[in-house]
Every structure is written in C-alpha cells, then in structure tokens.
C-alpha cells in the first residue's frame, strides 16, 4: 500500500482526548452493524474535519485498522492543516471517482499505526455527480470489508446536498455543531435533513463548548471534564474552553 505522513496532528489536552475517547466508545456501543460513520454539521468552521481527524486517530491508536475518507472534495483542507504529504504524487477519491485511477491507488497507509487515509488530492467543483455514481457506493463497500471502522469527512449540509448523498451510503452520522455559533434552528434543520436519508444520527458533538457559560454549569457540575451529554441523550462536548475551568488536572 502507499504511504503518506501527517506532519502536524499534535497530541491534545487530557479533556479534549478523554471526550473524543467518549465518543469513540459510544460509537463502539452502536454494534458491529455500524462501520461506516459521516462526520457532518451545518456550516463550515463547527470542527467536522478536527473531529473526524482526531477520532479517526484514537480509533487507530487502540488498534483498529481505521481509514477516514476525506469526501470534501470541493473545499478540502486536510492536507494543508494537518501537513499531509507522499513521497509520490497524491492522487485521491476524486481520481477514482472519476475513473482515474483505481482504489489501491488512493488508499494510503500512515505515519499512524492502524490509521488509513483516502485524501483528496485537488479540489473539484462539482462533485455530485461522482457522489452519486456506482464507483462511490463501490468505494464504501469494498472499504467495508478492509478496515475495521470508515470515517468519512463531508461538506457541511447547509451548503450543498453532498453529505445527504454521502450519508445513504453509511451506518450512521455524527452531526458536529460549534457551541454558542451555529443557531439552534439550523441545526434542528440538518437533523431533519438527516432524517429524510434514513440514515441514523448516532449523536451530535458540542464543538467547542464555552465550560464557562452559564449555560453550561449544570454539566460543568457533573461532567468536569468537559464532557457530557446533550439534554437529549447523546452528544458530546469538548474544547479549548474546557480546560481553562477543568478541576481535575
Ligand atoms: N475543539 C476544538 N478545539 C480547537 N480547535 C478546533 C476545535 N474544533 C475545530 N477547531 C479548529 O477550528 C478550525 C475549523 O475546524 P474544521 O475542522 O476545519 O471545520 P470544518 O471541517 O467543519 O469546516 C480548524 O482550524 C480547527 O483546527
Ligand atoms: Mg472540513
């Protein structure tokens, strides 16, 4: 397989780490069933491409072979963030999309141990054709049988209908929503959106949650670690803010 390397994922602070490892075992007690996750939210800048990254990585670190698409094919950031670099030219799901290339050719192997990445290469402007082709579903499918979890990283769901076609092809979503930023209403509109792919919303991540707000203190009393559920049942939260206020070193 190819290899690629990730030149800049710094380690994250314990709360941080320890509500993603939440998360990642609450995905686990989903069930066998659920292999392949979308990471979503409404508009850009919530943390999808942060939370898909990082939960892919603590996946790959307690040994389960884990590859994260990167389906963000017109607004990709992941190489430049994260310095993302092959020896060879990268070549990505884009290429393969559009029958350029075949999936040996973009699947790549890390610095990561366990971790896989399928990147994009260069960004195109109208990808929903390929999203909606045969070659995608392939692409999930024979993933599917090689890797033990698939995290895919999408647009957000305000802008273009590229993660509701993503979505049909999956086990489950996380929809991600930046705390105190995106308005309440637009995020009961992606569930809804959501709903009409019958795809399950396995839970909503609170990106960057404020533990200082008020709004916040009934969980900061309980959960002081940053992390917590949503009144509904399901959701995370974690972030920067989080440690300023964290009792427990
Ligand atoms: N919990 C977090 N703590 C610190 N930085 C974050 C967090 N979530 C996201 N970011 C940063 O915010 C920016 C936007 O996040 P990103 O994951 O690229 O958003 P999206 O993929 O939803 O457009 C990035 O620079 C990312 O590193
Ligand atoms: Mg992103």
């Not at 939370?51 to 389960?64: F, N, P, S």
């Not at 489950?172 to 399950?200: A, F």
Request: net charge positive.
């Amino acid at each position: 397989m190819k290899e690629l390397m990730i030149r800049n994922l710094p380690e994250l602070p314990f709360d941080m780490s320890e509500a993603l490892n939440q998360l990642r075992v609450n995905l686990g007690f989903c069930g066998d069933q659920v292999k392949a996750v979308m990471v979503t939210s409404s508009v850009p800048n919530e943390g999808k491409s942060f939370v898909a990254m990082q939960l892919w990585k603590q996946m790959a670190e307690v040994g389960t072979p884990t590859l994260l698409i990167d389906c963000d094919l017109r607004n990709s950031e992941l190489r430049s963030k994260y310095g993302i670099s092959s020896t060879e030219k990268l070549i990505g799901s884009a290429h393969y999309l559009a029958g350029r290339a075949e999936l040996e050719d973009v699947l790549y192997q890390t610095n990561v141990p366990n971790g896989y990445i399928l990147p994009v290469a260069s960004a195109i402007a109208n990808p929903t054709i390929l999203l909606e082709g045969e070659r995608f579903a392939k692409m999930v499918e024979t993933c599917r049988k090689m890797f033990g979890y698939i995290l895919i990283d999408t647009p957000p769901i305000g802008s273009v209908a590229d993660a509701l076609n993503i979505a049909t092809h999956c086990d489950g979503t996380v929809l991600v929503v930046r705390s105190g930023s995106t308005p309440r209403k637009m995020v009961d509109n992606s569930v809804q959106l959501l709903k009409r792919t019958e795809t399950p919303l396995l839970g909503i991540v609170l990106n960057r949650a404020d533990m200082n707000s008020k709004s916040n203190l009934y969980y900061h009393r309980y959960y002081r670690s940053g992390y917590y559920y949503n009144h509904q049942g399901y959701g995370y939260g974690y972030g920067q803010q989080a440690k300023k206020n964290n009792k427990v070193k």
